[in-house]
């Protein structure tokens, strides 16, 4: 009996033909050189997407610091003016997040010890800060600085040509050809599309 199985799988055992064995290969290899190419403009996608997303959560936790009036230190009260973020189209790179001390409304890297600068976020290597936008100018200013003052928080934006008076402002990041824009409002509002 074991013996008439035996011999039933080796006569149904024949294996894969030349043509079978090719036209796999091929369908393998187009699918490769399909998806390949594209993969770096996903990856690209990605890790713009996932920068627009840092930068909205920053704000997010710049407000929140605000709002909570964080002290800065164990030894320093919170912040007059509260705190802030800071673009700057000079170094493309990156943005501060500082804490207001003078309630100027303005970051001051040399003010007091330490200065006002809490943290230099750095954006990922291939992405820049393209332009600062307004809703009727694209590439209206060189430099942004929004600030959240506690207790509401009240948001002031700021240019290098004084206080921006539209309701919103929106910064453009870009990597390759791939662009993604986050917005902020004058309500504390922030999104990115």
Do not use: W
Request: include cysteine.
């Amino acid at each position: 009996m074991v013996f008439k199985f035996i011999q039933s799988i080796k006569k149904h055992n024949a294996g894969y033909t030349f043509s079978e064995l090719m036209v796999s290969i091929a369908i393998i290899a187009i699918f490769t050189a399909v998806v390949v190419p594209s993969y770096k403009n996903i990856n690209q996608g990605f890790t713009l997407d996932g920068e627009a997303v840092s930068i909205a959560q920053t704000v997010r936790n710049v407000q929140e610091m605000s709002m909570s009036a964080q002290r800065i230190s164990e030894t320093e009260p919170p912040p007059l003016g509260g705190y802030g973020i800071y673009i700057n189209l000079s170094s493309k790179d990156r943005y501060v997040v500082f804490a207001d001390k003078n309630d100027n409304g303005i970051y001051d890297p040399s003010s007091g010890p330490g200065g006002e600068a809490i943290e230099t976020v750095y954006l990922d290597s291939n992405v820049e800060i393209k332009q600062i936008n307004s809703p009727t100018q694209p590439g209206c200013c060189s430099q942004l600085i929004i600030t959240y003052k506690p207790p509401d928080p009240i948001v002031g934006m700021l240019t290098e040509s004084g206080p921006y008076a539209q309701n919103s402002i929106s910064v453009e990041l870009k990597l390759g050809n791939k662009i993604r824009e986050v917005f902020f409002n004058k309500v504390g509002l922030v999104d990115i599309d």
